[in-house]
């Protein structure tokens, strides 16, 4: 129900249970599909990167720490000293922020970014990452760091964002000059919701080669962080150099997004009704928009088009998660 009060749900680990209908929030980020079935793989825990832990004494601190009415919530909670993902150190009381409802618009295209081609990423690694690592670290060490590359490429495509950043740590830090390793630490990083750290190895990927393919990564980095002169300057570069439709989509909804958490909830529904709301063949960044403006419309109290607008959803692909469920909570 519009201005219902509820709590928003956390991230869901993949494998988890699926939470009930009941419970998808509003204000959530467009959601997307979920990801096809992990295959676990061994990871060695004590590779997991000591930066985690400098974050969590961060916030235990009260630096760091993020909340974005009607988007996200800070939770507090207790890790178990058995908890694998953080260690042993880090069983202690911290607040995070996190992102209302599914995993972020913005983390599936990352994702995707990190993919080799259409179907899985490769096992074996590529000759230019091997030369790349063979000038970073050690011409030696480079065939061996290029396989925990692939593997934590393998781990980032199946959202094992713990995984990928046990495993890239170590290899940033051996080979900082790297530019796929830092790209795809930030991109776990981001995956896990270390957005600091995210941001950080972003920066670094962002200096070594002038890309513009994670502006919208870093973008939803800052507006966690609650930087939102850096948002602004980022959103304002990636449209200016266009470097696709889905991107510049990627990029408006984290801008939106940014508008909406400073309560200018008008401006953030302009621009998101400046993108492209009438495609004529609708793709998956076209339906997050719509999501993504649908919640706008129920949050500002339109609620007849929030329906229009998650039917058009819904008409264009009834599998699109959560869609269903927003429109049910109307009636």
């Known amino acids: 129900m519009p201005g219902q009060d509820r709590r928003p749900p956390r ?13 998808v929030a509003k204000g959530a980020r467009p959601p997307r599909r979920p990801a096809r079935p992990k295959e676990p793989r061994p990871i060695d825990r004590a ?7 400098a974050e ?25 000293k058995a908890d694998p993902d953080r260690g042993p150190r880090a069983a202690q009381t911290q607040e995070r922020w996190v992102d209302e409802g599914p995993v972020r618009a913005a983390a599936a295209t990352a994702v995707g970014r990190a993919r080799s081609g259409p179907g899985r990423p490769a096992r074996r690694p590529s000759s230019d990452l091997v030369a790349e690592l063979a000038s970073a670290a050690s011409p030696r060490r480079a065939g061996r760091l290029a396989i925990r590359v692939a593997e ?14 046990a495993v890239l740590g ?15 630490y930030g991109l776990a990083l981001y995956g896990a919701g270390r957005y600091r750290s995210a941001a950080e190895q972003l920066e670094a990927h962002r200096a070594f080669t002038g890309s513009v393919e994670e502006l919208h990564v870093l973008a939803d980095c800052y507006r966690a962080l609650k930087r939102w002169a850096l948002v602004e300057e980022l959103w304002n570069e990636l449209r200016e150099s266009s470097p696709s439709a889905e991107l510049v989509a990627e990029g408006r909804i984290v801008m939106a997004g940014s508008l909406a ?9 302009a621009l998101l009704e400046a993108g492209p709301l009438n495609a004529k063949r609708s793709s998956d960044h076209h339906l997050r928009l719509w999501y993504a403006l649908a919640d706008l419309y129920e949050r500002a109290g339109d609620v007849p088009r929030a329906r229009a607008l998650f039917t058009k959803v819904m008409r264009s692909d009834s599998s699109f998660p959560y869609v269903a469920e927003r429109l049910a909570a109307m009636v």
Do not use: C, H, N
């Not at 934590?152 to 950043?165: H, I, M, Q």
């Open 11 to 23: 991230p869901r680990p993949k494998g988890a249970s699926k939470r009930p209908a009941s419970r």
């Open 47 to 53: 590779q997991i990167d000591a930066g985690d832990v």
């Open 56 to 80: 969590q004494r961060a916030a235990k601190a009260g630096f760091g720490r993020v909340a974005r009415r009607g988007a996200s919530v800070v939770v507090t909670g207790r890790k178990s």
């Open 152 to 165: 934590a490429r393998t781990a980032l495509y199946d959202e094992r964002f713990g995984d990928a950043a």
């Open 170 to 184: 170590p290899i940033v830090r051996e080979a900082p000059g790297s530019a796929t390793a830092r790209e795809l």
């Open 261 to 269: 958490d400073r309560g200018r909830l008008r401006d953030a529904i």
